[in-house]
């Protein structure tokens, strides 16, 4: 591990919660000594108390390892605000509707950012019936390939997963879709106009 949650990262959360250094020990059972020591980086919280203090602080271990505290805004689960996450080890692609701490494989997951598609990514939208069809000319190699297609609606996400040496297409329900994503597994998410 080459992070570990430092007394700044405390000080700061604790501070949020209007709480005082006797409080938080109280809520996790040490003494506010250890607490000052950790705020002062004069020593570090067991980790066998990262849970605890975790929950005392309201947020995640995975945050709380990261000094970030994450709040997703989108209350409502407006689908439209999806934010998606693509693991660089095993592939995985995970969907939030908003902010969010995604770790997969040991890693904490950056939320892909999408870009307009340029020349290189140029994706093809055509209406057929009741639905999208989404292609594009993009290789499909082991080394270089569109990872998936997806449309979002304002009520769901519709993903498909695509593979090296297939074909790089597929159908979407037209139904309420607010945007449509592709993601190269080289250059990025990009958004298809």
């Avoid at 994503?181 to 298809?192: P, V």
Wanted: charged share 25%.
């Amino acid at each position: 591990m080459d992070k570990y949650v430092t007394g700044a990262v405390i000080r700061r959360l604790r501070e949020k919660k209007k709480i005082t250094q006797e409080e938080l020990a109280e809520m996790i059972h040490v003494s506010s000594k250890a607490v000052s020591k950790w705020e002062t980086g004069h020593g570090l919280p067991d980790i066998s108390l990262l849970e605890p203090l975790a929950q005392a602080l309201d947020i995640s271990v995975i945050e709380l390892l990261s000094g970030e505290d994450i709040s997703n805004m989108n209350r409502a689960s407006n689908m439209a605000k999806s934010r998606f996450y693509v693991c660089p080890v095993c592939g995985n692609v995970i969907v939030a509707s908003g902010e969010a701490v995604v770790s997969c494989c040991g890693i904490k997951l950056p939320p892909l950012e999408p870009e307009e598609a340029d020349e290189e990514h140029v994706i093809h939208r055509k209406i057929i019936e009741d639905e999208y069809f989404v292609s594009t000319d993009h290789p499909m190699t082991k080394d270089h390939y569109i990872s998936f297609l997806a449309a979002v609606s304002d009520f769901g996400v519709q993903l498909v997963k695509l593979y090296p040496e297939g074909s790089a297409e597929a159908r979407f329900k037209i139904d309420r879709v607010k945007r449509i994503y592709a993601y190269c597994n080289r250059h990025g998410l990009y958004l298809i106009p």
